[in-house]
């Protein structure tokens, strides 16, 4: 898939968590300017701020044309009957503006804490996502059917993730990756499933300082998330670029850092991969506060 006008979403969007510390008025004003500044979506994180479904609400009724994504609904937060017919609602409330992303699926069957707070056991991920799948796909339908039907993609990284996504969806999401992933997911996934990338981005000529907090940014994955770690282990990374801290080379595959050239690279680097749409997640000093100089810089990427 290579034209725009397949998937709608156009090559570029933005990625952000930091809707979840503005006020719903803050957040409807920034909507509007990132719609206004042409880019193709909004990508919208879940984590303990606004649940995904009301999120994406705020989000599109602030709008008049632009994709919202979830980026992604944690489907441990809620149930395939609750997801779905949310799903169906923003579907028709919003006609083809609405993508669901899926995931935060866990891969053992133990009790896990999440910031604290004990979440109930899952079993493996491929599995799991493919059961929350049929649940969701068995929900009888009991008012408006939307139409277009909205449209789903996967928090895939692993091989077999990334087939399910091909196969039970529209395609996957892809979070935390380097270029090299997008070649491999293209070729797991072949030619037709969207495949839509985030990547983080620092906007600073000061290549000091903007490698510090790309650095900050992947120890807190690599550290955390032990499906991130997973996934740059499979990509060749080792211990050497893991253990004590990430490496240069960890860091500079995963954070484009400099001035606008070096994201419009990156950005053409994932696109000439085989990437349909690539989604930026603009890093700051202050991850609550909302990025609008950058976005506004990185706007031209849009067009």
Same mark, same amino acid.
Request: aromatic fraction near 6%; glycine fraction near 10%.
């Given at each position: 898939?290579?034209?725009?006008?397949?998937?709608?979403?156009?090559?570029?969007?933005?990625?952000?968590?930091?809707?979840? /510390?503005?006020?719903?008025?803050?957040?409807?004003? !920034?909507?509007?300017?990132? $719609?206004?500044?042409?880019?193709?979506?909004?990508?919208?994180? %879940?984590?303990?701020?606004?649940?995904?479904?009301?999120?994406?609400?705020?989000?599109?009724?602030?709008?008049?044309?632009?994709?919202?994504?979830?980026?992604?609904?944690?489907?441990?937060? +809620? =149930?395939?009957?609750?997801?779905?017919?949310? %799903?169906?609602? &923003?579907?028709?409330?919003?006609?083809?503006?609405?993508?669901?992303?899926?995931?935060?699926?866990?891969?053992?069957?133990?009790?896990?804490?999440?910031?604290?707070?004990?979440?109930? !056991? +899952?079993? #493996?991920?491929?599995?799991?996502?493919?059961?929350y &799948?049929?649940?969701?796909?068995?929900?009888?339908?009991?008012?408006?059917?939307?139409?277009?039907?909205?449209?789903?993609?996967?928090?895939?990284?692993?091989?077999?993730?990334?087939?399910?996504?091909? $196969?039970?969806?529209? /395609?996957?999401?892809p979070?935390?990756?380097p270029?090299?992933?997008?070649? +491999?997911?293209? *070729?797991?996934m072949?030619?037709?499933?969207?495949l839509?990338? %985030?990547?983080?981005?620092?906007?600073?000529?000061?290549?000091?300082?903007?490698? $510090?907090?790309? @650095?900050?940014?992947?120890?807190?994955?690599?550290?955390?998330?032990?499906?991130?770690?997973?996934?740059?282990? #499979?990509?060749?990374?080792?211990?050497?670029?893991?253990?004590? /801290?990430?490496?240069?080379?960890?860091? =500079?595959?995963?954070?484009?850092?400099g001035?606008?050239?070096?994201?419009?690279?990156?950005?053409?680097?994932?696109? =000439?991969?085989?990437?349909?749409?690539?989604?930026? *997640?603009? &890093?700051?000093?202050?991850?609550?506060?909302?990025?609008?100089?950058?976005w @506004?810089?990185?706007?031209?990427?849009?067009?």
């Amino acid at each position: 898939m290579t034209d725009d006008a397949r998937h709608g979403l156009g090559r570029v969007g933005v990625w952000t968590m930091a809707f979840d /510390g503005q006020p719903a008025g803050r957040v409807r004003e !920034a909507a509007a300017e990132i $719609e206004e500044l042409g880019y193709g979506a909004i990508w919208h994180g %879940e984590a303990f701020g606004r649940d995904s479904v009301g999120q994406a609400w705020l989000l599109l009724s602030s709008t008049r044309r632009i994709t919202v994504a979830s980026g992604i609904a944690n489907i441990a937060f +809620r =149930d395939p009957i609750a997801m779905a017919t949310a %799903e169906r609602t &923003l579907g028709d409330a919003f006609p083809g503006r609405y993508l669901l992303g899926l995931g935060g699926h866990r891969v053992d069957d133990t009790v896990h804490k999440l910031d604290g707070y004990p979440m109930p !056991a +899952r079993g #493996r991920a491929v599995a799991t996502m493919h059961a929350y &799948l049929d649940s969701m796909d068995a929900v009888p339908h009991h008012g408006p059917v939307p139409d277009p039907a909205p449209r789903r993609v996967l928090a895939a990284l692993g091989p077999k993730m990334l087939a399910l996504s091909g $196969e039970r969806t529209w /395609g996957a999401h892809p979070y935390f990756v380097p270029v090299e992933h997008t070649v +491999r997911a293209r *070729q797991i996934m072949g030619p037709y499933a969207f495949l839509g990338v %985030e990547q983080a981005v620092v906007l600073d000529t000061d290549l000091g300082r903007a490698r $510090e907090l790309a @650095r900050a940014h992947v120890g807190a994955y690599v550290t955390m998330a032990a499906h991130q770690e997973a996934n740059v282990r #499979r990509l060749g990374f080792g211990d050497e670029d893991i253990t004590g /801290g990430p490496s240069d080379r960890l860091v =500079d595959a995963i954070v484009a850092y400099g001035d606008v050239e070096v994201v419009h690279e990156r950005v053409r680097q994932h696109l =000439d991969a085989g990437a349909d749409h690539v989604c930026l *997640q603009v &890093l700051t000093a202050d991850p609550t506060a909302l990025p609008l100089p950058e976005w @506004r810089e990185l706007a031209a990427l849009a067009h």
